[in-house]
């Protein structure tokens, strides 16, 4: 069941941590460099077209996208609904070791890219929507809630931990 789309067209909240984006556009081009975050692109309605120097690929509708710190390339649909969450490299790191994932000095990355069949996450994707849609007293910390639960997942279910590139080239060397 889709629930009803928000009665605004863009939403969004920043804050240092994670930002995330509401948008139902009738053409979405987004090209992205190399930043320090992890970027996660819930496809409610449509379909993207995702190009990188590695591949090509289709993302369709209720589909995640996962993209790494390192990923660049670009994203275009037409007609689509999207949830867009950007989380810093430290948030996503600091849950990690708190979950004891991750040791000092390792990185994480998404193990693949695209999620398809993953109804919990799309249940969290419409609830964050609700959310940005009814501004509503508390919502920024019910928001901040999803998100927290969001990562969890990603990180359980979708994540690997990797040695620093840094401490795999003073290994080498020893």
């Not at 409610?44 to 995702?50: M, P």
């Not at 591949?55 to 609904?81: F, I, W, Y």
Request: a negative charge; one cysteine or more.
């Amino acid at each position: 069941m889709v629930s009803p789309s928000p009665t605004h067209p863009n939403r969004f909240l920043v804050c240092p941590q994670y930002s995330v984006f509401y948008r139902r556009q009738k053409r979405f081009d987004w090209t992205r460099e190399a930043h320090g975050d992890y970027q996660v692109i819930f496809l409610l309605d449509g379909s993207l077209h995702v190009e990188s120097a590695s591949a090509t690929q289709s993302v369709g509708k209720q589909q995640t996208l996962l993209l790494n710190p390192s990923s660049v390339g670009s994203v275009s649909g037409k007609a689509v609904e999207l949830l867009q969450l950007s989380l810093s490299a430290a948030f996503v790191s600091d849950h990690a070791t708190r979950m004891h994932l991750l040791g000092s000095g390792g990185l994480v990355l998404f193990a693949q890219g695209v999620v398809a069949n993953d109804l919990q996450l799309l249940e969290w994707a419409r609830s964050l929507v609700a959310e940005l849609d009814e501004e509503r007293p508390g919502g920024e910390i019910v928001i901040a809630a999803l998100i927290e639960q969001v990562l969890v997942h990603l990180l359980r279910q979708y994540a690997s931990m990797r040695r620093s590139h840094d401490l795999e080239i003073g290994r080498a060397h020893v």
